[in-house]
């Protein structure tokens, strides 16, 4: 089974930071890896996916880059709605494993 | 506006059995694979199962296989999760998840979930 390793596992940050999360996978998965946020007691909602491309209405300071095997996800500038947990997640032969997730939190 | 609403959830035995539903609506439920994912409490998520459009193909995580059979009604725009043998491990929110049609398999569409509690 292929592992995803997200870090940081938390970091603190202030509103109009410049913030990366990265996530590298135990083998290639091409292009093969979303993005999601959670907040608390609310469901994932799909961020970014196949490594690069923006999901409909999600704002265009979230960008994600990467292939293979190691990934970023990157938010220009910090907004008060974005202060949540992170997960990266990928895809391959038909099976899906998630990253640990990455708490965002004020400074 | 697609919505996926799960039910069923609860608190059982361990070594009980318990059901869990999705109902779907806003789409063409038919066209779309579907997916369970669950999070234990203050854990991260872990994919659980999947079932493509017509049922032809069901994939499971290793730590449900055997113990778990999920299952859709189209008519019904229903999709099930049969759980037995269930351990005290096994709680978590249960969500149901769409999955795209591009290839690139992503959930785009989440429920709000159902808590499952296994607990004597």
């Known amino acids: 089974d292929i592992q995803m390793t997200q870090s940081p596992s938390s970091l603190s940050a202030s509103v109009g930071d410049r913030v990366t999360i990265t996530c590298r996978a135990s083998?290639?998965?091409?292009?093969?890896l979303n993005w999601y946020q959670q907040k608390p007691g609310k469901a994932p909602k799909l961020l970014i996916y196949?490594?690069?491309s923006l999901q409909s209405g999600v704002p265009s300071r979230f960008s994600g880059s990467g292939s293979g095997t190691d990934f970023t996800l990157t938010i220009s500038s910090l907004q008060p709605d974005d202060f949540a947990t992170y997960y990266c997640?990928?895809?391959?032969?038909?099976?899906?494993?998630f990253g640990q997730g990455t708490k965002v939190e004020i400074k | 506006e697609v919505q996926l609403v799960e039910s069923g959830g609860g608190l059982v035995k361990p070594g009980g059995s318990l059901r869990l539903s999705c109902a779907a609506s806003?789409?063409?439920?038919?066209?779309?694979?579907m997916n369970w994912v669950r999070q234990a409490p203050g854990k991260g998520l872990e994919w659980v199962s999947s079932?493509?459009?017509?049922?032809?193909?069901?994939y499971y995580a290793d730590s449900v296989k055997g113990r778990f059979t999920i299952s859709r009604d189209n008519a019904k725009n229903s999709l099930y999760l049969q759980m037995n043998s269930l351990r005290a491990e096994d709680t978590a929110v249960y969500y149901c998840?769409?999955?795209?049609?591009?290839?690139?398999?992503?959930?785009?569409?989440w429920g709000q979930g159902t808590l499952v509690t296994v607990s004597s």
């Open positions: 997640q990928q895809y391959n032969s038909y099976s899906w494993t």
């Open positions: 079932i493509s459009s017509s049922s032809s193909y069901i």
């Open positions: 998840a769409r999955a795209s049609r591009d290839g690139y398999s992503y959930f785009d569409y």
């Open positions: 806003g789409f063409t439920f038919s066209s779309y694979s």
């Open positions: 083998q290639s998965i091409s292009i093969y």
């Open positions: 196949a490594a690069s």
